[in-house]
């Protein structure tokens, strides 16, 4: 991306053919109409030919799956995928089940994790229910939607977002809150609470209608080997792990998910769900994912890998802060006086990035930015973009040029260049409570 990448743009954003707000035929208003980002389609039918070019740092999807092999299959059978009725769920969840070494009974399978969450406000949540925010916004919004009370935890910027799970435990016994949720990895900072302390969260609330743990971004996670909790769930009589697909196998557009419970709460589930809410692409991709075992985990193993340097090319910059992260997003915040919302507009109309400002975030503000990972080539415009933008933001006499900078340092010796800022120490996977 050249900063060219959307056409009919003028400089600073200001549209040469006086298309929306922001020059690049999007009205930025759009990005707080909800918690939620636009969608890509609405924003690429905004955009016109520049948003076929868009890359994508906003919704949270695994670039290196499915394979482009894998695509081809699956382009070859579209007319058969899209002509013919799926099998009916329980066919679907079961062969998930078997790809997942999970007991069959105890897994049922949604379209999209959000219509679980739908469901369980539903049936299982009567009262209230606790979250600690930020978070997934339907987390929040859902259950208030329905006229429950929502009782929200804070996670503290000074304590990295990490959630301690006794002042979790305290704070629902004082609310006396009779659902509880957690999300592991959370949404939008990352932080990735060990299984042991999860276990020891949701067995110190069996006394509660239900603990939910959302590992939506739990194959992300290589800080320790079998993070989830989700066999442990299925012998518990109040714990329900819920799991999105769309993330870790890079498709958000089939909208599939799933919840592991015990037998009897599964068969609740199973019996509130519409009938064939499963569609035929769902069904094609479930039933490629045995044989394909192997390019998914070569995806998880290249994510990790990108989520470190990108982490290490972002921190370079002194005006970003960057949180330690298990997911394939990072947050990063900006440096007082540096504004979210124009940075977001200013990628989006100069360099062709889509990135997620955090303002309509609950517990969250427009200083804070989540990144989604991709590969280095990708970062490298990220980072130009945000360098652009923060060097058009200085006062004009700090923008040297480099004859003026290496002016300066003769002046003043010359014989080292600046010093660049060492990567945080925050970026590698510690915990305190490890
Ligand atoms: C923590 C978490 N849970 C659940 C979801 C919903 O995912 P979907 O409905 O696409 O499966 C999201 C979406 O971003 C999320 O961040």
Not at 90 to 101: H, M, W
Not at 115 to 144: C, K, N, Y
Not at 182 to 207: A, I, K, M
Request: one cysteine or more; hydrophobic letters at 40%; charged letters at 25%.
């Amino acid at each position: 991306m050249d900063g060219q990448g959307i056409d009919g743009q003028g400089v600073d954003g200001q549209g040469m053919d006086g298309r929306g707000a922001d020059g690049h035929g999007v009205d930025s208003r759009m990005f707080q109409q909800t918690a939620h980002s636009p969608s890509y389609f609405e924003l690429s039918r905004r955009m016109g030919e520049g948003g076929r070019r868009l890359i994508d740092f906003c919704v949270p999807c695994n670039p290196y799956f499915p394979t482009p092999a894998m695509f081809q299959r699956l382009a070859g059978n579209l007319e058969n995928v899209l002509k013919f009725y799926p099998s009916d769920t329980d066919t679907i969840a079961a062969q998930l089940a078997r790809v997942l070494k999970l007991n069959p009974s105890t897994v049922v399978m949604s379209n999209g994790s959000t219509e679980l969450i739908t469901w369980m406000d539903h049936l299982w949540v009567s009262e209230s229910l606790a979250v600690p925010v930020p978070t997934f916004g339907r987390w929040t919004d859902q259950p208030l939607e329905t006229g429950k009370r929502v009782d929200m935890f804070p996670l503290h910027e000074r304590d990295a977002f990490e959630l301690d799970v006794d002042r979790y435990v305290a704070f629902i016994r004082s609310r006396g809150s009779r659902v509880a949720v957690l999300c592991n990895p959370n949404n939008p900072d990352g932080s990735y609470l060990p299984r042991r302390e999860v276990l020891r969260f949701v067995d110190e609330l069996t006394d509660l209608d239900l603990v939910v743990v959302d590992e939506s971004f739990i194959d992300f996670v290589d800080a320790e080997q079998g993070a989830s909790v989700a066999a442990e769930a299925a012998i518990r009589p109040n714990v329900v792990v819920l799991k999105s697909l769309g993330k870790n196998f890079g498709l958000h557009g089939v909208r599939f998910g799933y919840l592991v419970a015990n037998p009897g709460l599964a068969a609740m589930m199973r019996r509130a769900l519409p009938r064939w809410n499963l569609n035929s692409l769902a069904e094609a991709i479930v039933f490629m994912l045995d044989e394909h075992r192997a390019e998914y985990d070569e995806s998880l193993r290249l994510l990790a890998r990108d989520r470190f340097s990108m982490g290490v090319e972002l921190a370079r910059m002194p005006e970003l802060s960057v949180f330690s992260s298990q997911a394939n997003f990072l947050l990063v915040k900006l440096a007082d006086g540096i504004d979210g919302g124009e940075l977001r507009d200013h990628l989006l109309s100069r360099h062709g990035l889509l990135v997620r400002e955090c303002g309509n975030k609950l517990g969250m503000s427009s200083q804070f930015l989540r990144l989604v990972v991709r590969p280095p080539q990708d970062v490298a415009h990220l980072v130009e973009g945000i360098r652009a933008f923060l060097q058009s933001r200085r006062p004009a006499a700090e923008r040297r040029d480099p004859a003026v900078l290496l002016r300066s340092l003769s002046a003043s010796g010359g014989e080292r260049p600046p010093e660049l800022p060492r990567p945080r120490s925050e970026l590698w996977p510690s915990r305190r409570r490890g």
